[in-house]
């Protein structure tokens, strides 16, 4: 599918997704919002890498288990192919799970009453949205490679660095954008067409942060065009009053982790001439993230009045709202690891509203039999 969509925070090109999630590559490159090719999630430091780590030693009850993280898998993987792994933020998936999650809901709403959404549907947005993440950082590397040398902790970068040239980076967009059109002629023609209709927020996202500090937001456009494009994989078309008001709520929610995420760039930014929300709210920035989680919470709770859902969404929506305050509330915006730390904890925050969505569909099933019964008490 080639529904370049465009996991991410996300900077230059954050991402472009394709299909499923490919609709959103664009904006994925920021990966989830690496302004500068973050890594699937917007630019990761130094410190970031360290957390994902090759490998890490949990202690557990006396024990000590190693855990394998997805940096162990990129480098256990043959030397020559590590670079690409890296380019496409392989070693750090966060950016995939913000890119991926507004295409699950999406296919959660859209599916039948007391039915779970359909896997296949689930699966092949999974695939697009690697993909469509992947060309995104690797877009957003080829266009900010001057601006990565003169960072430490983005100098490291595959093409920064001189391991991935900018011709072999050419080369293997083109790989990954072939494998992500292919995910996206899975799809139905009318989701064929949406994803290519996200073409234009893919061209412009990269440079939106060069000219307005609102790059979070034509980055919240792109990277969230799954909220359209799940709906309409599985129905075949879009219901308006549905995915409008989650493509909204899922737009505000890049706004609020991708303006955490840039308080981390927020000195380097200046010092390159690099723009953001992060720098336009700067000591502001609490009242404007409170504004934007009222407008999502708000958001999703008239997508959900609209696709008729039940009481365990409204209670996940409950939760969903706890956790944005949380996070708002906790917030230092001064130190870099509670930005990276609060801008992580967005995965789980996406992956709670998934299961509101998929259990208040199921109890849909027993709410119509309940009023079936009693239709013919009454009859």
């Given at each position: 599918m080639f529904t370049v969509k465009l996991n991410g925070p996300?900077?230059?090109?954050?991402?472009?997704?394709?299909?499923?999630?490919v609709s959103h590559l664009s904006a994925l490159s920021r990966c989830s919002v690496d302004q500068r090719g973050g890594a699937g999630a917007p630019g990761v430091h130094s410190r970031t890498a360290s957390l994902l780590s090759a490998r890490r030693l949990a202690v557990?009850?006396?024990?000590r288990a190693f855990v394998v993280s997805a940096a162990a898998v990129v480098n256990m993987a043959p030397p020559g192919v590590q670079p690409y792994l890296r380019l496409m933020r392989m070693d750090k998936p966060i950016g995939t799970w913000l890119l991926y999650l507004p295409c699950a809901w999406s296919i959660g709403l859209a599916a039948a009453p007391g039915c779970l959404p359909p896997l296949d549907m689930l699966t092949l947005f999974g695939a697009g949205a690697v993909l469509m993440r992947g060309a995104g950082c690797t877009?957003?590397?080829?266009?900010?490679?001057?601006?990565?040398?003169?960072?430490?902790?983005?100098?490291?970068?595959p093409i920064a660095a001189g391991d991935v040239s900018q011709l072999q980076a050419l080369v293997f967009l083109g790989g990954q954008l072939?494998?992500?059109?292919?995910?996206?002629?899975?799809?139905?023609?009318?989701?064929?067409a949406l994803g290519a209709a996200s073409l234009s927020l893919v061209l412009l996202y990269p440079l939106m942060k060069r000219v307005t500090y609102w790059p979070q937001l034509f980055l919240g456009l792109a990277f969230n065009w799954g909220a359209l494009l799940g709906w309409s994989a599985v129905a075949g078309s879009c219901d308006w009053s549905v995915c409008l008001p989650l493509y909204f709520s899922g737009v505000m929610w890049t706004l609020i982790y991708d303006t955490i995420y840039a308080h981390q760039d927020k000195e380097d930014d200046v010092k390159i001439g690099v723009k953001s929300t992060a720098l336009m709210f700067r000591e502001q920035t609490k009242p404007w993230l409170t504004g934007f989680a009222a407008a999502m919470v708000a958001g999703l709770g008239l997508a959900g009045v609209n696709a008729e859902q039940t009481l365990p969404y409204y209670l996940t929506l409950a939760c969903v709202a706890a956790h944005l305050g949380h996070q708002i509330y906790a917030l230092d915006i001064q130190r870099p690891e509670a930005c990276w730390n609060t801008f992580v904890s967005n995965r789980n925050l996406g992956l709670l509203l998934f299961l509101g969505i998929v259990t208040g569909n199921l109890w849909k099933e027993r709410r119509e039999t309940l009023l079936q019964d009693e239709e013919l008490q009454t009859s």
């Open positions: 996300l900077r230059a090109v954050r991402s472009i997704s394709f299909g499923p999630c557990t009850g006396g024990r877009i957003n590397d080829m266009w900010d490679r001057d601006f990565d040398r003169k960072v430490s902790r983005t100098a490291s970068r072939s494998l992500g059109l292919g995910v996206l002629l899975c799809l139905n023609y009318y989701s064929m």
